[in-house]
């Protein structure tokens, strides 16, 4: 974000099918948010996606809030849903979102329409970026020469960053923070870092680290012919879009691209967790973006329910997800890992669950005999074979209460 479609979710993480990169066609998703509750995908705020209006008014979190409650409200009644439970979900910025809409909702005090009853992070932005850690972590993936090697030691000794990181990252915390080591003056060890990763690996992914050459083909972010999915026009018109050009991202959401708010561990989010205590974070190893190390950091100096951070690491409860068979023998094959696949701690109405970036699109999950069978046919059918398009249309039109109405749109 801060102006990235929803609609990633719908395709390719918790929707009612899963679209993976490098698969000819979408799978049924057995593991699907909307086998459990009603599930609304808002592309937000405007200038997002499909919405319509006049972007570039917001000047922070609280005015989009706002926009949002507007959108919520008139969608409640119209579609009879006063009353019901919300949990509030976003991924990656939706960390400076989620609290914001989680508080504004929270003060209307108004269960019929803002029935508020948890919030989820998913690789929320809320952290410091203590880069330089990561490399120490995963030296395979960063397999940097002496020279270079030695440059980033002596930028991170000039910088700070290591000195901080060991010093505030402690359980329990020692206080509250200073502020952490800048970034200007030649203290970017983000863009020092991925400037020399893309002559050792081209494809490297700052969203997972894993990754490597080639790109495969992607629905949304590397389309064969060219067209990402949503901004076709026979997918536009089967789920009763505006016709527009539908981007995956965008600028221009705020005033001047810059959202004037403060982070949000300073004080809206301590406040949620406090009159919620329904609040999950989950943050993804493999993040160069937003690394776990800096959300821990962002948490230790989180003062709620009269205390600072957490007392100790979350490394010690295994988050264990069971086995079944369906994961590797179902008609669906493969679509997801079992066992442990991370950890998690929870304390005073905050849990966290240390899990690439989009972590339900990053996990395990390896299409098996039923995509290898169907690949040649697929390749006979080409990319707009009207049995695919069939597919995603009823997932989604089926997605509890997915909606996408061009009559019916943001308020500002």
């Given amino acids: 974000g801060p102006g990235c479609s929803s609609l990633i979710a719908v395709l390719q993480e918790n929707g009612p099918l899963r679209w ?32 319509q209006g006049e972007a570039g008014l917001l000047k922070n979190e609280e005015e989009a809030a706002r926009e949002l409650l507007g959108f919520w409200k008139g969608f409640v009644g119209l579609f009879g849903l006063r009353g019901k439970r919300i949990l509030i979900a976003g991924e990656s910025y939706g960390g400076y979102y989620v609290p914001d809409i989680a508080k504004a909702m929270l003060d209307e005090e108004d269960p019929e329409f803002f029935n508020v009853d948890g919030a989820f992070h998913c690789e929320a932005d809320i952290s410091t970026v203590p880069h330089r850690a990561m490399t120490l972590n995963f030296p395979h993936l960063f397999p940097f020469n002496t020279s270079f090697e030695s440059e980033l030691i002596a930028l991170d000794e000039r910088c700070g960053f290591t000195v901080f990181l060991n010093e505030f990252l402690v359980f329990p915390p020692r206080g509250i923070q200073p502020s952490p080591p800048t970034t200007a003056n030649g ?33 949304i972010l590397n389309p064969p012919d060219g067209i990402e999915y949503f901004n076709r026009s026979d997918v536009q018109a089967a789920i009763n879009a505006p016709r527009m050009d539908w ?10 691209n810059l959202d004037g708010s403060a982070p949000p561990n300073i004080e809206v989010l301590p406040h949620v967790i406090e ?39 979350p490394t010690q409860n295994q988050f264990f997800v069971p086995y079944a068979a369906i994961a590797t023998t179902g008609p669906e094959g493969g679509f997801s890992a079992t066992g442990v696949m991370g950890t998690t701690h929870a304390e005073r109405g905050l849990t966290v669950f240390l899990a690439g970036h989009q972590i339900p699109h990053s996990s395990c999950h390896h299409p098996k005999h039923k995509t290898r069978r169907s690949t040649h046919k697929a390749e006979r059918r080409g990319h707009k ?26 308020t500002q």
């Fill in 275 to 313: 009159r919620l205590n329904k609040t999950l974070i989950v943050s993804g190893q493999l993040d160069l973006i937003l690394p776990t190390n800096g959300t821990l950091l962002a948490i230790q100096n989180m003062t709620c329910n009269g205390a600072l951070g957490f007392t100790s690491p």
């Fill in 247 to 256: 981007e995956v991202c965008r600028l221009g959401v705020f005033d001047d």
């Fill in 385 to 410: 074979e009207p049995k695919v398009l069939k597919l995603v249309t009823r997932a989604l039109k089926c997605a509890g209460r997915w909606l996408v109405n061009k009559n019916f749109t943001s």
């Fill in 20 to 51: 993976e990169p490098g698969t000819p066609a979408p799978t049924a998703n057995p593991w699907s948010w909307n086998r459990l509750t009603d599930i609304v995908y808002v592309e937000f705020p405007v200038g997002v996606g499909f919405t």
């Fill in 187 to 219: 203290c970017s060890i983000f863009e020092t870092l991925t400037s020399a990763l893309s002559y050792i690996n081209p494809c490297f992914s700052t969203y997972q680290i894993t990754a490597t050459c080639p790109f495969p083909a992607d629905p």
